[in-house]
């Protein structure tokens, strides 16, 4: 028998996600972004409930390979593109869209005689400084892709916001202002924005939105949940109590004895650590929800175990059900705690944990 340690993965939710992403698009395209294993929640299975999307957006090859052998016959776009030229042929075998971000691809793409069409995606940079060609270079790299005849005709452009999360941040201004001076002659659709751009720079959103965390309920906005936005998590994930023991008043847990008991009291030992994903960063304090109460973490998380004080919930019992993260605790408010971003957290699960669907 495994462990009860298990990541239920709410199916409707991402639905009802995905449709208010639609609301919000006001026509515009969706590539629903499903790199990292669906941010942790499972490639084919997010695939399979979002099979409304426009596109699927993932990083590598790999991930497009197995949204095919899964069935899965909406646009897929590779976001970093070819990684070598023998990817080229897979692009073209598998109907990946590619996207071309650096001098390197181009090359290949020059070179390549292989007949079969290619769609691909022009990146810009324009101030994250990660993917993406200079800018001043764009009329250029257009019209060298315009001369392949293997290449699809309708070229999308594209671009990364850096901190579209803070609203009040004019750098993406000047990288949405650069951006549309600089391609203002050149034909094709525009994708500039990802979720935070979605909900913050709404005139930026061009013809294709690039989303991710909010179809997982997930929230990269300071302060803010995903529900505080209007989004559902998609993810809860759970454990039970293994232990419960009466500690006196001055002991203390765990490893490095980090917490000390301020009067006699029951700890409580759920069966999860950061073997599973928990973040081994979340400190005596953190939230857990016991039988729908909340509780807190006692010491420090440990690789299958953590220790929670039970103070709040003195008729717990062996067997009880341990929340961690889901719709009634935010993973927002713990990643807070972590010192980390709720999409790590989600992007985190180890195959030790079971994974359930969820209908609703
Ligand atoms: C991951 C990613 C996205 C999606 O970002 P979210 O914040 O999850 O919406 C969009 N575009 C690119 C290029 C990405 O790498």
């Excluded at 919000?24 to 669906?38: E, P």
């Excluded at 079969?116 to 940079?125: A, E, F, Q, T």
């Excluded at 452009?157 to 004019?170: K, P, V, Y």
Aim: charged share 20%; aromatic share 6%.
């Amino acid at each position: 028998m495994s462990r009860a340690t298990v990541a239920t993965i709410h199916l409707g939710a991402l639905r009802r996600n995905l449709a208010r992403v639609r609301e919000l698009a006001r026509g515009a395209k969706v590539m629903a972004v499903v790199k990292a294993d669906g941010y942790g929640h499972g490639l084919e299975r997010v695939a399979r409930a979002l099979s409304d999307a426009d596109a699927f957006g993932v990083a590598a090859i790999g991930d497009g390979l197995r949204l095919r052998a899964a069935g899965i016959s909406n646009r897929i776009v590779v976001l970093s593109g070819p990684d070598e030229p023998a990817d080229l042929a897979e692009f073209r075998r598998l109907q990946l869209d590619a996207v071309i971000h650096h001098e390197s691809q181009l090359v290949w793409l020059e070179a390549d005689r292989d007949s079969r069409h290619l769609r691909v995606w022009l990146k810009l940079d324009t101030g994250m400084h990660r993917l993406g060609f200079a800018l001043q270079r764009a009329p250029e790299i257009h019209a060298r892709l315009r001369a392949l005849a293997n290449i699809d005709a309708d070229i999308a452009l594209m671009t990364h916001f850096a901190a579209s999360d803070e609203f009040d941040n004019d750098l993406t201004a000047r990288q949405i202002a650069c951006f549309d001076a600089t391609t203002v002659n050149l034909p094709g659709a525009r994708s500039l924005v990802n979720s935070a751009g979605v909900l913050g720079w709404p005139a930026a959103r061009g013809q294709w939105l690039r989303v991710g965390g909010l179809l997982y309920g997930l929230s990269v906005i300071a302060g803010k949940s995903g529900a505080d936005l209007g989004f559902e998590p998609a993810m809860t994930l759970s454990a039970k109590l293994i232990s419960i023991n009466c500690i006196q008043r001055g002991e203390r847990i765990g490893y490095a004895a980090s917490y000390e008991c301020p009067e006699d009291m029951p700890v409580g030992v759920a069966a999860i650590g950061y073997g599973d994903g928990y973040p081994r960063s979340a400190p005596s304090g953190t939230p857990v929800l016991v039988n729908g109460v909340r509780a807190a973490i006692a010491g420090r998380v440990s690789m299958d175990l953590i220790t929670i004080d039970l103070r709040a919930v003195p008729n717990a019992k062996v067997g009880d059900h341990v929340v961690l993260w889901g719709r009634e605790l935010p993973v927002e408010e713990i990643a807070a705690c972590a010192g980390t971003i709720s999409y790590d957290l989600t992007c985190g699960m180890t195959k030790r944990v079971l994974f359930v669907e969820g209908g609703a």
